[in-house]
């Protein structure tokens, strides 16, 4: 087992850097996309500081608090679909039969879509979303310590695993229904939407669902809300940092759970 | 060729795309299932707002659910994303049998997004509409004034539709429109009102919004449902300067860029 993960490891690695270099070589597309990217939710950045302009916070966060939590979700979002774009074409992969070619590779199929092709261009959320991060860290002039930074860094990689889950759920939800559908965007893109804001200004049936069901709201309020020095009136805070990254593991196992259900069900393109 | 055929034409192509959109049904449940929850979304943060004022930019809490309800219900009718596949047909080269076709391209192609369009106004809108009113966040305009929110619907589709056009024509040029596409896509967000209602701006983004034809597309209407405050054929008489002007450039890049065409192969 030990020896199958060290070799899994060198194999994804050596796809990563091929995908790497595959982009690397049409460098003008990438520039290019890259910016645009970045335009995209630069812009939303921009929206948010017009909306401070006329409103001083909003459910008891301030401009720069809710800044942190936008780039929290920039960053999260956009490193968990930087890891999956390996999934993009799914349904054309099973639609055409190829998934079979992903079947005999010696790897587990999963990680093998996933190394198969990695956009780096789609991290352009992320580096804006860090963008938004530092500043806002340093215009709230925290009194942080290591501890701080171990929290926030637990809270990328929570937040990470929890939207790579959701991009592996999505994809597994083509076994089913072939054709690629817009529903895990409500949770995925959603998600970075509604966690913009914190997440307690929400009604609560909308709450539970993101808190405790797809717990995008659950990884981006609570480790927010210690860092920032926040009250919590929804009461998880100080049990639920240390749940987090268990609640992201659980959720991002039951993803797994859901793809393997999907692998079962595939049958393959006749022969 | 004469201006009924080619009406005949667009209409033919428009009556097709609607066929094609109505096979693909669970992507559509499952679209409208997305599309409610940006709204509840939007609408719950914008009105966390309004705690302590009671109106931003002009418009009060109501006026802003409005705003968010119907933007969000339109957004598929007057799109700001989508592949319409001419990017595509100008690098595979399956754009010359478009060429060869003794029809105009370009209003051809506008009929068949046309049918894309109101499919999505009883898919989409509508129930999106009705999910709204349910929820609290809408609040019906006046009777009279439906008809004129009905024109500048279609005239917002119309510039849409164009915009995205455009988008792919660029790949005439730069053999690729993704970076194109992207860069509209962050502009348009942010100036066809989408994120945020325009009136939310500061003045000087008011004024770069009204040079650019984003503003066009989502907010006119949106903003003639909530109450425009400006005269009502003034706003359809600037729209259809747009869509008129868009179109006519689209022609004219069409023309220009069937000259670049490389085909491969015998």
Known sequence: MAGDLRVWTRVYGAMLAASVREQ??????????????LTVTGLELVALFFLFQHIESIAGWTKWEVVYLYGMASICLGMGEALTTGFDDMPELIRSGSFDYVLVRPLPALLFVLGR????????????????????????????????????????????????????????QCFWTVESTEMFNAFTY????????????????????FLYV???????????????????????????VWATPLVAGTFLGAC???????????????G | MDGLSVATNAWAHARIALQRQLVYRFSNWSGLFTNCFFLYFRAYALRACFEHRIAIGGLDADQTVTYVTVSQAFLMVIPAWGKVGVGDAVRSGQIVIDLARPVDFVSCHLGGRFGVSAYYVVARAL?????????????????????????????????????LLLIELSSFWLGSEQ???????????????????????????????????FEQTLYTPTRIWIGAGESLWLLLGVQLLWAVFLTLLAQVLFHAGRREVLVHGG
């Open chain 1, 24 to 37: 690397m070589s049409y460098r003008g597309s990438f520039v290019f996309e890259l910016v645009g990217r």
């Open chain 1, 117 to 172: 092709d990695v956009k780096l261009r789609i991290l352009g959320r992320s580096l804006q979303g860090a963008f938004a991060v530092c500043i806002s860290v340093m215009h709230l002039q925290l009194d942080w310590d290591v501890s701080h930074l171990a929290l926030l860094a637990t809270s990328v990689i929570c937040g990470v695993t929890v939207y790579a889950g959701l991009f592996v759920a999505s994809a597994a």
């Open chain 1, 190 to 209: 959603g998600g970075a939407q509604m966690t913009e804001y914190p997440v307690s200004l929400y009604p609560g049936w909308l709450r539970s669902i």
């Open chain 1, 214 to 240: 797809v717990p995008v709201g659950f990884v981006s309020y609570v480790p927010a809300v210690a860092l920032l020095g926040k009250t919590d009136p929804l009461g998880l805070s100080p049990w639920g």
């Open chain 1, 256 to 270: 797994l759970f859901f793809w393997r259900l999907g692998m079962r069900r595939y049958e393959g393109a006749g």
């Open chain 2, 127 to 163: 129930p999106l509409l009705a999910v709204g009113a349910l929820a609290g966040f809408l609040v019906l305009p006046p009777l009279g004034e439906l008809p004129v929110f009905v024109i500048s619907v279609v005239l917002a589709a119309w510039i849409a539709h164009v915009i």
């Open chain 2, 179 to 213: 970076g194109v596409r992207w860069l509209v896509l962050g502009f348009s967000g942010l100036f066809s009102g989408l994120i945020l209602p325009i009136d939310f701006f500061p003045q000087w983004a008011r004024t770069i919004s009204r040079f650019l034809p």
